[in-house]
């Protein structure tokens, strides 16, 4: 048995999430919650957003599935999710973008799946004024950050059977941080010659994800990028309702779905819980309960193959808990 930390979340994020719980309990998965609630809600209770039990929960169980939180905005208060992925070194965020078969999207054939490096870039948080004339943000990439993602995508595509590596980046421009991250991506595919390397500047990427989406296998790539080109390819697909996400460290593991809270479709029992649950597919198979996390899997694609229940985002009318029902329907 595996105790999992849960955090509900803001937004969307209770709704999303216990549907996932749902779902995951009716696969029959091995799991015992452990409910720990972070977000906007706990400022009045804890004066943070995130109180330290919630990170301790993280540290004794290891593994944490968690909805969107939102960040107090303007109160000095360092985002969330930043602040979770750097506190556990979480230094890996892996997005897989994959077509639904009978979902109705820009593109049918998508296979991909992307790195993004989770602890620094323009998210260091190193940021200063320069008086009132204007403000500075710095860009920080270091070798060893470099090296441990670069390594994990040429792990990842190893382990699953992909093909190649292409490391994104602005080296052009950025001659010195980016170029830093380009060459060590080409040090560590030295040593990963088996499986094929290469490298595209991010706004060609940008260009070349709209146009041929399908040449794409393992895209690893700095923290901004990162960001902006997976809202990019989850838009691909079908929305930022489908796309899963997990953060990894060396020691812990915090999945979530890509999408942020929302607001403006929360507590109407309209949100899409497939990027949910599909992060919890993710867990279940990092925790080793494949069986479980493959139920769900074919679950969710007869669903989408079938194509009558659909949530709003898919062009459907379906609410989060008849979507939730239909999909635990499939499973049994
Ligand atoms: P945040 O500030 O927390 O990121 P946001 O308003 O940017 O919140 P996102 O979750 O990033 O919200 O999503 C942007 C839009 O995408 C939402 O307003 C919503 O229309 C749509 N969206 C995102 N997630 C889902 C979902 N799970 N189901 C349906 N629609 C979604
Ligand atoms: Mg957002």
């Known amino acids: ?16 999430t216990s549907a996932m719980r749902k779902v995951v309990e009716a696969a029959g998965a091995d799991i015992q919650w452990e409910v720990a609630e972070a977000g906007a809600a706990q400022m009045d209770k804890y004066g943070t957003p995130l109180p330290q039990h919630v990170i301790d929960s993280i ?9 969107p939180v939102t960040t107090p905005v303007g109160k000095g208060f360092r985002s969330i999710n930043v602040q979770l992925r750097q506190s556990l070194d979480l230094y890996v965020n892996l997005r897989p973008v994959k077509s639904f078969k009978g979902l109705k999207s820009r593109y049918e054939d998508v296979d991909l799946v992307i790195v993004r490096e989770n602890t620094e870039d323009l998210y260091a948080g190193i ?6 004339y204007g403000a500075e943000s710095i860009k920080l990439i270091t070798k060893p950050a470099c090296k441990r993602i670069v390594e994990f995508a040429f792990d990842y595509a190893k382990k699953n059977n992909r093909k190649k590596v292409t490391a994104v980046h602005k080296a052009n421009i950025m001659k010195l941080s980016d170029g830093l ?3 060590t991506a080409r040090e560590v595919a030295e040593e990963n010659k088996n499986v094929e390397f290469d490298d595209l500047i991010v706004d ?3 260009m070349n994800l709209v146009l041929n989406p399908e040449k794409y ?6 923290n901004l990028y990162g960001d902006i080109l997976s809202d990019l390819c989850s838009g691909l697909v079908g929305g930022l309702g489908i796309i899963p996400g997990a953060n990894i460290g060396k020691d812990y593991a915090v999945f979530e779905a890509v999408h942020g809270s929302a607001p403006q479709i929360s507590g109407q029992n309209i949100a899409n819980p497939t990027a949910e649950i599909q992060s919890a597919v993710m867990m279940l198979k990092y925790l080793g309960q494949t069986e479980c ?5 074919n679950a969710l694609a007869k669903v989408f193959e079938e194509g009558i229940v659909l949530t709003q985002d898919l062009g459907g009318t379906a609410t989060t808990t008849e979507f ?3 999909v635990i329907s499939e499973i049994k």
């Open 204 to 206: 060609a990427a940008a």
């Open 293 to 297: 996390a493959e139920k769900i899997e």
């Open 181 to 183: 991250f380009l060459n």
């Open 324 to 326: 939730t029902d239909k």
């Open 127 to 132: 940021e200063h004024k320069i008086g009132d």
């Open 59 to 67: 540290k004794k169980n290891k593994v944490a599935i968690k909805g």
């Open 217 to 222: 296998d393992v895209m690893v790539m700095p």
């Open 1 to 16: 048995m595996s105790i999992v930390t849960l955090i509900p979340g803001d937004g969307i994020g209770p709704e999303v």
